[in-house]
């Protein structure tokens, strides 16, 4: 029996996963929201959300990192987390940057541009839901996901003010991005990693496959684009970097390239964090007699805790606070503490304190909140 993956096209969170089961071969279909097994499968996870992976023995795993987690502790083909301190901090570091400090991008290039994308996301997400619907019919599913969505673009910080920030600063990472794809087939060498599989989540559903982000990054970014097409195959496609093979960078070196992508996330996102911290913190001290092992909500599958305002880039923007943020950064956190050195030199030393009264965890499939630290 074949595992089965729930998940879209056009999934940002669906990327990471399949692109995860795809370089490591594994033997895997993938399928809609629309499949008549979906309805029992958000019963026994307590939420509609995706991706989720049916494994041949029944089990149910939700969420793309869990997913790659599974794998990586049964034995990957090309194992995702890399052994030496320096690139498995910067893997972590991109693995929680790529899912959720390009979140504004990717919602501001989806849905601030219908003229060029209206009419394939509508086709593309009714194909995901309701495949063969036509009409009105059409019309009201596309129209209940769309707004949904532009409603979450709202809570990520995406308005028509920020709009030209937003592009502005995409333009600075893309030209970041390739200038480091230049000497380097993935984010750490010649496979990819955590990172690799972090960054393709808004890479390609998002901006690399709707119509007017994905002109934007063929047009004036080839080798983002060819990294976009390498994330999707099962082949190594080295491109121009042949010579130096599937293996890392040598010496667990960070190069120079690297490093200006770590500047750029310090000044792009950890403002965002420190905020989403902080708003943790009160939330979890208004809120003492929290019981461990669950999400402190009226109901399990919820996922954000509320809204938290900082400045960005010149604007006061208030995002959404997700616990699942938090057990991202946790990750990152340990793994940047043996080589702080290079956080500091990046403008990222401040992550390292970061840390929420009580720790995320996930069970269930579900983020809870454990034990007080």
């Given at each position: 029996m074949t595992a089965r993956l729930f998940g879209m096209p056009g999934s940002l969170y669906t990327a990471r996963a399949r692109s995860y089961l795809i370089k490591q071969r594994v033997d895997f279909e993938e399928t809609i929201p629309a499949d008549p097994d979906w309805t029992a499968i958000t019963q026994q996870i307590s939420r509609w959300i995706i991706p989720v992976l049916v494994l041949d023995d029944g089990t149910i795993i939700q969420d793309g990192v869990a997913i790659i987690d599974h794998f990586e502790a049964i034995g990957a083909r090309l194992p995702a987390y890399p052994q030496t301190p320096a690139h498995r901090a910067v893997s972590h570091l991109f693995e929680l940057f790529g899912g959720e400090g390009l979140l504004r991008p990717a919602m501001h290039y989806r849905w601030?541009?219908?003229?060029?994308?209206?009419?394939?996301?509508?086709?593309?997400?009714?194909?995901?839901?309701m495949p063969g619907a036509t009409g009105e019919t059409e019309a009201a599913v596309?129209?209940?996901?769309?707004?949904?969505?532009?409603?979450?673009?709202?809570?990520?910080?995406?308005?028509?003010?920020?709009?030209?920030?937003?592009?502005?600063?995409?333009?600075?990472?893309?030209?970041?991005?390739?200038?480091?794809?230049?000497?380097?087939?993935?984010?750490?060498?010649?496979?990819?990693?955590?990172?690799?599989?972090?960054?393709?989540?808004?890479?390609?559903?998002?901006?690399?496959?709707?119509?007017?982000?994905?002109?934007?990054?063929?047009?004036?970014?080839?080798?983002?684009?060819?990294?976009?097409?390498?994330?999707n195959v099962p082949q190594a496609q080295l491109g121009g970097h042949v010579a130096n093979g599937e293996a890392l960078i040598a010496d667990d070196a960070v190069p120079e390239t690297l490093k200006a992508l770590m500047r750029f996330v310090?000044?792009?996102?950890?403002?965002?964090?420190?905020?989403?911290?902080?708003?943790?913190?009160?939330?979890?001290?208004?809120?003492?007699d929290l019981i461990t092992?669950?999400?402190?909500?009226?109901?399990?599958?919820?996922?954000?805790?509320?809204m938290a305002t900082f400045d960005w880039r010149g604007h006061s923007i208030t995002t959404a606070v997700m616990p699942y943020r938090f057990w991202l950064l946790d990750r990152?956190?340990?793994?940047?503490?043996?080589?702080?050195?290079?956080?500091?030199?990046?403008?990222?030393?401040?992550?390292?304190?970061?840390?929420?009264?009580?720790?995320?965890?996930?069970?269930?499939?579900?983020?809870?909140?454990g034990a007080p630290r």
């Open positions: 601030n541009f219908d003229a060029e994308n209206l009419a394939f996301l509508q086709r593309d997400f009714v194909c995901g839901l596309f129209g209940a996901a769309s707004g949904r969505m532009r409603k979450a673009g709202a809570s990520f910080g995406v308005n028509a003010d920020t709009a030209p920030t937003i592009e502005a600063s995409y333009r600075e990472f893309l030209d970041l991005f390739e200038a480091h794809l230049a000497d380097y087939s993935y984010l750490l060498g010649g496979r990819p990693t955590l990172g690799d599989y972090g960054l393709i989540g808004p890479l390609y559903p998002h901006l690399g496959r709707d119509p007017a982000p994905a002109a934007l990054m063929k047009a004036r970014y080839h080798n983002v684009w060819r990294w976009v097409e390498r994330m310090a000044t792009d996102f950890l403002p965002e964090l420190v905020a989403h911290v902080a708003f943790a913190n009160d939330w979890l001290a208004a809120r003492p092992g669950t999400n402190g909500l009226d109901r399990p599958g919820m996922r954000g805790i509320g990152a956190r340990r793994a940047a503490a043996p080589v702080a050195t290079l956080f500091e030199e990046t403008g990222l030393g401040p992550m390292l304190a970061l840390e929420t009264q009580r720790p995320v965890e996930r069970h269930g499939n579900l983020e809870v909140w």
